[in-house]
C-alpha cells in the first residue's frame, strides 16, 4: 500500500518562499506511470490543483501558479517537494501531495499539512 | 471561481436518487473524475473515465457524460454516502488539473 506524508514549515512569512516535502513509502517514485501532484485547499474553500512531476522529471503547473512553483524529486529518498515564490495570504491553505495515474485518478493522498502566510 | 462548475450542495432523502453534474468547455476531450471526501478520511475515486466504477465502489455509483457535462449519480443513497463530492479534470490541452468547487451531498 503506498502512503504519502506532507512535511514542512506550518507558518511562512509574507514574500517568502514556501517549501514542503512529500515522503513516499510502500513504492518508488522513480518507477511506474505515475504523476506526483501537489493540491491545496484554502479554508472553506474547494480544491486547487498546483501541479505535479512525472517520474521522469518532467513538470506540469497550474497556469495561475506557474511563474511562481517548482516541483521537484528526490529519488535518492523517495521524496517530492513543492516550492511557492513569493507567497501572500492568498497562499494560506492545506496542502496535499497526490498520486496520480492516467486514467484512474488520484488514487493515493496525504493527509495534508496546514501553512498560514502571515508576519 | 472554478474552473469545473459543479452546485455548492445537493440533498436528497435516504432511498433517493442523488446527481451531481459537472460542466467545463473543456470536458468533451477530457475525462472527468470523482472523488468521495468524508472528514477525517483521504478522498477516494468512485468514478474515472467519467463512467467507470473502481472496484469496492458499490454500484449504486454511476457516472455518464454528455458534451461539456460530467454526471455523478447515486441510487438508492444511503446515510453514509454524505460527504463532499468533488468532479476533476484537465485543461483542454490536458496539461493542466482542474477541480470543481465540491458539492457538499447532504443525506435528510
Known amino acids: 500500500q503506498v502512503q504519502l506524508q506532507e512535511s514542512g514549515p506550518g507558518l511562512v512569512k509574507p514574500s517568502q518562499t514556501l517549501s514542503l516535502t512529500c515522503t513516499v513509502s510502500?513504492?518508488?517514485?522513480?518507477?511506474?506511470?505515475?504523476?506526483w501532484s501537489w493540491i491545496r485547499q484554502p479554508a472553506g474553500k474547494g480544491l486547487e490543483w498546483i501541479g505535479r512531476i512525472y517520474t521522469s522529471g518532467s513538470t506540469n503547473y497550474n497556469p495561475s501558479l506557474k511563474s511562481r512553483v517548482t516541483i521537484s524529486l528526490d529519488t535518492s529518498k523517495n521524496q517530492y517537494s513543492l516550492n511557492l515564490i513569493s507567497v501572500t495570504a492568498a497562499d494560506t491553505a492545506v496542502y496535499y501531495c497526490?498520486?496520480?495515474?492516467w486514467g484512474l485518478g488520484l488514487d493515493f493522498w496525504g493527509q495534508g499539512t496546514l501553512v498560514t502566510v502571515s508576519s | 471561481s472554478y474552473d469545473l462548475t459543479q452546485p455548492p450542495s445537493v440533498s436528497v432523502s435516504p432511498g433517493q436518487t442523488a446527481r451531481i453534474t459537472c460542466s467545463s468547455n473543456a470536458l468533451p476531450n477530457q475525462y472527468g473524475y470523482w472523488y468521495q471526501w468524508k472528514p477525517g478520511q483521504a478522498p477516494v475515486v468512485v468514478i474515472y473515465k467519467n463512467n467507470q466504477r473502481p472496484s469496492g465502489i458499490p454500484e449504486r455509483f454511476s457516472g455518464s457524460s454528455s458534451g461539456t457535462a460530467v454526471t455523478l449519480t447515486i441510487s438508492g443513497v444511503q446515510a453514509e454516502d454524505e460527504a463532499d463530492y468533488y468532479c476533476q479534470s484537465a485543461d483542454s490541452s490536458g496539461v493542466s488539473g482542474l477541480f470543481g468547487g465540491g458539492t457538499k451531498l447532504t443525506v435528510l
Open positions: 510502500g513504492g518508488s517514485i522513480s518507477s511506474g506511470n505515475y504523476y
Open positions: 497526490a498520486r496520480w495515474v
